[in-house]
């Protein structure tokens, strides 16, 4: 069981679109449709953003979307605001009662 | 609303047992599925284990031989036990709730609680 790989940083100015990657395998994202998305500002737990890799929790604004294609999920931030910088880490159910989680993506605005 | 808090100590030595309490209040523990995930510092997140309502448990491969999740209903609280501990157990460990049945996430977590493993 390897963990999920996800770039180590991404950014963007405000306003504007970023993607994150995380790929997995065939045993992980790629069989299931049960990806999440975690946002974690500096010394606060994560924040569930969005499960079975398209939807958000009530409170999740709109801007934030996640979609899958083949062992890769991807969360997309559009119209990046300055609260969106934090880390952002994407897990996937891998079988039998256990997940993998990605290794984290630092957001930068800009 | 769901509030989740890990309890126990902050430090433990190498070769010991590292023991964490997580106490739920605003749901009843009988009826969901209960987590521990880890981060240890400056790194990404690492699932560690879960237990069922009914005291079913699964762990991550990595970590199988060394840990034990347990519940206690009457208090409300899970814990968890990883024994002959290293330094590379040092981390952040949290507590959340695991949402099943169609979906695999974790919708609620706890504060987090630092654990050092020192001499």
């Not at chain 2, 890990?6 to 605003?26: M, Y």
């Not at chain 2, 208090?75 to 979906?103: E, G, H, P």
């Amino acid at each position: 069981q390897s963990a999920l790989t996800q770039p180590a940083s991404v950014s963007g100015s405000p306003g504007q679109s970023i993607t994150i990657s995380c790929t997995g395998t065939t045993s992980d994202i790629g069989s299931y449709n049960l990806v999440s998305w975690y946002q974690q500002h500096p010394g606060k737990a994560p924040k569930l953003m969005i499960y079975e890799g398209s939807k958000r929790p009530s409170g999740v604004p709109y801007r934030f979307s996640g979609s899958k294609s083949g062992n890769t999920a991807s969360l997309t931030i559009s119209g990046l605001q300055a609260e969106d910088e934090a880390d952002y880490s994407c897990c996937s159910y891998a079988g039998s009662g256990t997940w993998v989680f990605g290794g984290g993506t630092k957001v930068t605005v800009l | 609303q769901v509030q989740l808090q890990e309890s126990g100590p902050g430090l433990v030595k190498p070769s010991e047992t590292l023991s964490l309490t997580c106490s739920v209040s605003g749901a009843s523990i009988s009826s969901y599925y209960w987590t521990w995930i880890r981060q240890p510092p400056g790194k990404g997140l690492e699932w560690v284990g879960y237990i069922s309502f009914s005291g079913a448990t699964s762990y991550n491969p990595s970590l199988l031989t060394r840990v034990a999740i347990s519940v206690d209903t009457s208090k409300n609280q899970f814990s968890m036990k990883l024994y002959s501990v290293t330094s590379a157990d040092t981390a952040i460990y949290y507590c959340a709730r695991l949402v099943r049945s169609n979906s695999q996430h974790f919708d609620q977590w706890g504060q987090g609680t630092l654990v050092t493993v020192s001499s």
